[in-house]
């Protein structure tokens, strides 16, 4: 299966995984599962983060991975 993790869910999937379901959680972590992240959701990050609304622990590119 493909899943289309929004912003706060990859956040939260990397902060604050308490905040996700068990459910969620088994279907992230099931490598039969494809994980997809939009690059809307990196602009989003970028933008908040510069402009001091979003406080990340980490750089962005530490949230994101470049792989294909």
């Known amino acids: 299966m493909r899943l289309l993790l929004d912003t706060q869910c990859w956040l939260w999937w990397f902060a604050q995984p308490e ?21 809307a959701s990196v602009w989003e990050m970028g933008i908040k983060a510069s402009i001091g609304k979003l406080p990340l622990s980490e750089p962005i590119d530490d949230y994101v991975s470049t792989r294909s």
């Open 19 to 39: 905040k996700l379901s068990e459910k969620v959680i088994e279907q992230i972590v099931d490598e039969t599962n494809e994980v997809w992240f939009s690059v």
